[in-house]
């Protein structure tokens, strides 16, 4: 017989984004859009950082199985990436906590970025990790929430602001 917390672990799904290396010049972003825009695939975070005449493109879609594949079959490489999407309060130090809980386990951040779903009471940090598994625990059990690809993907950030 197994406990809650493996069958919860069964449950649960992982979350990925699309890491694109790319040259450091015009049009390489609108021609990965384009392939994804043609194919019906929502683009529901963007990325891009160049460093000389290179960089990464990393992108949360709704479906990156089928962006990678096609992606791929137009000859772009692009890598799946295991994320971790974590919940927590929009606040001096919000951030700070969850990195120092990192940190003091020796859990190196490769990439990560966040964004605000609601100004002053929630955001989102998005964390790529070489043992998502582990970090992810970790994370749980120190009072984060991690999202699901679902609840992911149903975020509207700055929907409660007025535009």
């Known amino acids: 017989m197994s406990d809650g917390r493996e069958n919860f672990k069964q449950k649960t799904m992982k979350a990925y984004q699309l ?3 790319a040259e450091n010049k015009p049009c390489i972003l609108a021609q990965v859009t384009s392939i994804l825009a043609r194919k019906k695939i ?8 160049s460093f000389g005449d290179s960089g990464f493109i990393n992108l949360i879609v709704d ?3 089928q962006g990678q594949k096609v992606l791929r079959k137009e000859g772009i490489t692009v890598e799946l990436k295991e994320i971790i999407t974590v919940l ?3 606040r001096p130090g919000g951030l700070d906590e969850l990195l120092q809980i990192l940190c ?7 990439n990560g970025y966040g ?9 989102v940090f998005v964390l790529d990790v070489k043992d998502a598994e582990q970090a992810e625990d970790l994370i749980k059990a120190s009072g ?3 999202l699901t690809p ?4 149903e975020i509207e950030p700055f929907h409660y602001v007025g535009y």
């Open 115 to 123: 964004f605000v779903i609601e100004s002053r009471k929630n955001a």
């Open 63 to 65: 479906n990156p199985k």
């Open 19 to 21: 890491t694109i290396p």
């Open 88 to 90: 927590m309060d929009d």
């Open 42 to 49: 929502n683009i529901r975070s963007a990325t891009i950082s």
């Open 150 to 153: 679902q609840e992911l993907s």
């Open 104 to 110: 003091a386990a020796n859990i190196n951040i490769e």
């Open 144 to 146: 984060f929430k991690t």
